[in-house]
């Protein structure tokens, strides 16, 4: 299983909001293995922040998140990416942060979660139960998508993957992720600045889950990291 980079990532400034920490000290590559190597939708898009100032705040803490990122991705003994492109390696891709993509929503739990198989790159499944979903718009158009949980994984830990319109053109064919740590009045900001790659966009020895049909949207998610190449 691909190591959580808490090691290596621990210079975040005293800016990093807790979900962008969260999204860089938990888990950069989730649910990724090495195979050879080892709410309610809004009617409009309102704002998820109280103020200027705060959603300011918050777009500087996913710039420095980003930065952080690249210097693991270059420098740490755990980067996904291969000797070669380590080398070449200056910075990954990402859209302008911005808060078109952020949203507040409400985690609709399943009263009884159903267990599934989630399909990966090489061909193996992981075990997972269905345990909820975020409603919300894009654009005025009604969007759902699942939220999951490994089995085994920490009891806190939440999994998003999702597929959208620019996959295979200017992001991952495969799809990507979005993280969550589990809160207890079932609120989250859903921020898709942080959608990220997973492991085997910079390696293909890494074996990581393919988003169930379920979380293919039709919208473009103009958010978050681009490809890679």
Same mark, same amino acid.
């Given at each position: 299983r691909a190591v959580r980079p808490s090691d290596g990532v621990s210079t975040m400034t005293a800016r990093m909001h807790p979900l962008v920490e969260f999204?860089? $000290?938990?888990?950069l590559f989730a649910g990724c293995d090495q195979s050879e190597k080892a709410g309610q939708a809004l009617s409009m898009h309102e704002s998820a922040f109280d103020s200027p !100032?705060?959603?300011?705040?918050?777009?500087? !803490?996913?710039?420095?998140y980003r930065r952080v990122k690249d210097k693991f991705f270059k420098e740490n003994g755990e980067s996904p990416l291969k000797g070669e492109d380590r080398v070449a390696f200056r910075r990954l891709k990402y859209y302008?942060? !911005?808060?078109?993509?952020?949203?507040?929503?409400t985690l609709q739990k399943f009263e009884n979660p159903q267990s599934l198989k989630i399909g990966t790159t090489t061909g193996d499944v992981r075990n997972a139960i269905k345990y909820g979903y975020f409603d919300f718009a894009v654009g005025g158009k009604p969007q759902r998508l699942h939220i999951y949980k490994f089995i085994p994984e920490p009891e806190s830990y939440l999994?998003?993957?999702?597929?959208?319109?620019?996959?295979?053109?200017?992001?991952?064919? $495969? #799809?990507r992720y979005l993280d969550f740590e589990e809160s207890q009045d079932e609120t989250y900001l859903l921020d898709f600045n942080l959608a990220y790659s997973p492991s085997c966009a910079y390696d293909e020895?890494? !074996?990581?889950?393919?988003?169930?049909?379920e979380n293919r949207?039709?919208?473009?998610?103009?958010? #978050?990291?681009?490809?890679?190449?």
């Amino acid at each position: 299983r691909a190591v959580r980079p808490s090691d290596g990532v621990s210079t975040m400034t005293a800016r990093m909001h807790p979900l962008v920490e969260f999204a860089l $000290a938990g888990i950069l590559f989730a649910g990724c293995d090495q195979s050879e190597k080892a709410g309610q939708a809004l009617s409009m898009h309102e704002s998820a922040f109280d103020s200027p !100032s705060d959603l300011e705040e918050y777009l500087a !803490s996913v710039v420095e998140y980003r930065r952080v990122k690249d210097k693991f991705f270059k420098e740490n003994g755990e980067s996904p990416l291969k000797g070669e492109d380590r080398v070449a390696f200056r910075r990954l891709k990402y859209y302008e942060a !911005s808060e078109e993509f952020i949203f507040r929503v409400t985690l609709q739990k399943f009263e009884n979660p159903q267990s599934l198989k989630i399909g990966t790159t090489t061909g193996d499944v992981r075990n997972a139960i269905k345990y909820g979903y975020f409603d919300f718009a894009v654009g005025g158009k009604p969007q759902r998508l699942h939220i999951y949980k490994f089995i085994p994984e920490p009891e806190s830990y939440l999994f998003l993957p999702f597929t959208d319109a620019t996959n295979g053109k200017e992001t991952y064919g $495969a #799809g990507r992720y979005l993280d969550f740590e589990e809160s207890q009045d079932e609120t989250y900001l859903l921020d898709f600045n942080l959608a990220y790659s997973p492991s085997c966009a910079y390696d293909e020895n890494y !074996s990581c889950p393919i988003p169930p049909k379920e979380n293919r949207l039709d919208v473009a998610i103009e958010a #978050g990291e681009k490809n890679f190449h």
